[in-house]
């Protein structure tokens, strides 16, 4: 009797950098109770999917958006844990920036005060992909994953990107198989897997 898997033998697409998967996603951490935390919060939120027609426009609402997590973070009223979350934010308004080494110290200061805080882990890996730092991405999403980020589908779409420019392809594809499964009405990770070319492998039992 035969067993079949499915195999990546290789990626249609991989005939230059540009065909590649643009940059790796970053997450938001909700604050509330008004003010210049949950401004920034929103904004960080909307960054993710904000396209203006103007780009100097753009540009000036985002940092108009930095400007108000600054505030939040200069106030002196907020917890230890809001000012966190407020960090964190602030790093994913830089990452849409690409200003992603402003963004990582932004990150790396969050862990600071949470050590454990899945999503800085996740979005720490996802600014160290988008700069070319694949194998340490690949160990702060994965860091991320085990504390049990909430949006998992953006951690694993991101671990495709890293595997990918590694040459890793099985994994690669196998993550963006993950994220699509995870959040089926996403349609990123499954335009990713469109590119790759696979087929069946028979195993003997």
């Known amino acids: 009797m035969v ?6 033998i290789g990626a249609a697409a991989l005939v230059g950098a540009f065909a590649l998967p643009m940059a790796a996603k970053a997450q938001a951490i909700a604050v509330f109770g008004g003010g210049y935390g949950e401004a920034c919060w929103r ?31 200069s106030g002196g009223v907020m917890g230890m844990q809001d000012r966190t979350y407020t960090l964190v934010n602030r790093g ?20 600071k005060s949470m050590p454990k805080l899945a999503e800085a882990h996740v979005d720490l890996g996802s600014t ?31 671990l495709g990107i890293a595997y990918e420019y590694l040459g890793k392809l099985q994994e690669a594809y196998d993550s963006y198989k993950q994220a699509a499964l995870i959040n089926p009405k996403w349609n990123d990770p499954k335009e990713q897997m469109a590119r790759f070319v ?8």
């Not at 426009?57 to 108000?68: C, G, H, M, V, Y």
């Not at 696979?198 to 039992?205: D, I, S």
Request: glycine share 2%.
């Open 3 to 8: 067993r079949m898997k499915a195999s990546v």
């Open 128 to 158: 160290m992909i988008n700069m070319q730092e694949y194998e340490e991405g690949v160990t702060e999403t994965r860091a991320g994953l085990d504390l049990k980020t909430k949006e998992p589908e953006r951690a694993y779409f991101n």
């Open 43 to 73: 904004a960080a939120m909307a960054s993710v999917l904000i396209h203006m027609d103007s780009a100097t426009e753009e540009a000036n609402w985002k940092r108009d958006a930095i400007s108000t997590c600054d505030d939040a973070l």
């Open 92 to 111: 994913v308004l830089e990452m849409s920036r690409t200003n992603y080494k402003v963004a990582q110290d932004n990150f790396k200061s969050a862990l």
């Open 198 to 205: 696979v087929q069946p492998v028979n195993l003997a039992k």
